[in-house]
């Protein structure tokens, strides 16, 4: 239920705390295709947050999405907020 509020902010402090208790530095998100279009907009900005103010610099994402149609694969960095990894 990736569309609901309650479930975009639930995930949000449970991913936060674990980056303020262990300082993790990145996620590997498995799962980025079988959300819904508009999760990532909501749910990255409030990990990056956490990130920023627990100290992690460069927090970083690398989502998994197994397709070979580089158009429709853009649409995860274009369209639905799954930030573009610096390499």
């Not at 208790?21 to 990056?48: E, L, M, S």
């Not at 920023?52 to 460069?58: F, K, L, N, S």
């Not at 429709?72 to 390499?87: A, N």
């Amino acid at each position: 239920f990736t569309e609901k509020p309650v479930v975009v902010n639930g995930l949000a402090q449970v991913y936060g705390s674990w980056i303020r208790r262990y300082r993790i530095d990145g996620f590997r998100i498995d799962t980025a295709r079988h959300v819904n279009g508009a999760f990532f907009g909501q749910w990255v900005p409030k990990i990056t947050a956490a990130a920023t103010a627990a100290g992690v610099p460069d927090f970083q994402f690398f989502g998994e999405v197994p397709l070979t149609d580089t158009v429709e694969l853009s649409t995860f960095v274009r369209k639905r907020g799954l930030p573009m990894q610096k390499i």
